[in-house]
């Protein structure tokens, strides 16, 4: 059989495709919510319990979507969960009040939470280790694709059709890539298009390849892991801005900034294009530092969350701006910032985790991450009318700085066998 050149970046391809099918769909309720609070009579409290049931149900299933990957393999794992969340989305259209639409969108996070830890084990197998951040920021690429495409797509849909359709409709697109991935995904040991030059040089750059000999280390001292928590809390400070980008914008500049439905359709897309832009972004600055600054493999990855996490000041001015176009050109400096933020905390995980843990790993730090989006929504949801949206806003700017700190001090307070790993990956990659 011919092999293709490039094969890995096609694999990363497809997993980005997979991210924007899983992100559009989840991105709906958000750009919905001025019409469905009307069309359903949800207060904003309300509407954070809906935001909530979908928040609970991706936090518990994480970890669980993370094992369960591990477990069954990528292909048949990744192919499943989307043909679920598929199903899930679509039955938002039978929504009758905010009970019923959370009660759906609690099925849709127990199945959308295996985006992140499928992309991440793909990655973890797929790569060498000096391209693995560029990898994730085009995987990551996705969740603000399809969080982009949101707001003009699922406007129009619903504007021409109704608010069902548009659920039925951006549900519906997870059944054609399940077909795609079950179709042409393998693994690097199984692929027959893969060639031996490019098999070698994935093998060769990893300091940490797969090995299907190799027994997996239990959870709880994966869990108990200084390198875990250094994944696991800076995710826990970042995921309340992200959440509230996906979650609440377009809310918030129907309430807050009365703009219009379509004059929304036409804005609120802008921070998810940035946030693309800064995830490749961060891609590529950790093998730019690597190669031209001569820092370390982990220290370029923290380097970029140290920038972004400054740059997550931005957002925490938006109460303080009086123009609407201003706030989304502040919501434009945070999205760039969370996802330059976002791909190298992601890429952490493939760094110092073993493959065939990976997914477990990613899927626990994602529960964590979670945990802190469920939190801070549920305290938007609270004091939004009350107190605005400013100080809240205020707050999340806040978040990042404190995990790029506490990552900061578990990076340096390494074991000496982590130590003796890194040492290990720079002779590997020093050598190429």
């Not at 992309?119 to 060498?128: I, N, Q």
């Not at 791909?343 to 997914?359: H, K, R, W, Y």
Request: positive net charge; hydrophobic residues 50%.
């Amino acid at each position: 059989m011919k092999t293709i050149k490039g094969l890995r970046w096609w694999i990363i391809a497809l997993v980005c495709l997979g991210t924007i099918t899983n992100y559009l769909a989840r991105n709906s309720l958000g750009v919905l919510a001025p019409q469905l609070k009307t069309e359903l009579g949800m207060s904003t409290e309300q509407y954070s319990y809906v935001v909530g049931a979908f928040q609970v149900g991706y936090t518990i299933m994480q970890p669980v979507c993370g094992f369960i990957i591990d477990l069954i393999g990528l292909r048949i794992g990744f192919a499943l969960f989307a043909v679920l969340w598929s199903v899930a989305g679509c039955l938002h259209a039978g929504s009758v009040g905010w009970f019923s639409l959370a009660s759906f969108r609690g099925l849709m996070g127990l199945t959308e939470a295996a985006a992140i830890p499928a992309g991440m084990k793909a990655v973890a197998e797929w790569f060498p280790d000096k391209e693995k951040s560029i990898a994730v920021g085009y995987f990551n690429a996705g969740t603000s694709l399809g969080a982009l495409l949101a707001p003009p797509l699922v406007i129009f849909i619903s504007l021409r059709f109704g608010w069902q359709t548009a659920f039925a409709a951006t549900g519906a697109l997870g059944f054609v890539w399940a077909a795609l991935w079950y179709s042409f995904y393998r693994s690097p040991r199984e692929h027959a298009r893969l060639s031996s030059t490019e098999r070698d040089k994935i093998q060769t750059g990893q300091a940490r390849p797969v090995n299907a000999s190799r027994s997996k280390r239990p959870v709880r001292e994966v869990m108990t892991s200084r390198r875990f928590w250094a994944i696991a809390l800076p995710r826990f400070f970042a995921e309340p801005a992200w959440q509230t980008f996906s979650f609440w914008i377009p809310l918030y500049l129907s309430s807050a900034r009365h703009m219009e439905l379509k004059e929304i359709a036409m804005y609120a897309w802008l921070p998810f294009l940035a946030a693309d832009l800064g995830g490749l972004a961060g891609g590529y600055l950790s093998p730019f530092l690597m190669k031209h600054f001569r820092v370390p493999l982990l220290w370029s990855r923290v380097s970029g969350v140290v920038l972004g996490a400054i740059m997550m000041i931005g957002p925490a001015c938006i109460g303080l701006v009086a123009s609407p176009y201003e706030a989304i050109a502040l919501f434009c400096i945070g999205g760039f910032a969370h996802q330059m933020i976002s791909t190298l905390v992601n890429t952490l995980s493939a760094d110092v985790f073993d493959p065939e843990e990976v997914g477990t790993a990613s899927g626990f730090a994602g529960m964590a991450a979670w945990i802190g989006g469920l939190s801070f929504s549920l305290i938007v949801g609270a004091l939004a009318d009350t107190v605005g949206y400013g100080p809240l806003f205020g707050m999340m700017g806040t978040f990042d700085l404190i995990g790029a700190a506490l990552l900061i001090w578990l990076i340096r307070g390494q074991s000496q066998q982590d130590r003796a790993t890194q040492l290990v990956k720079q002779k590997v990659l020093a050598s190429q």
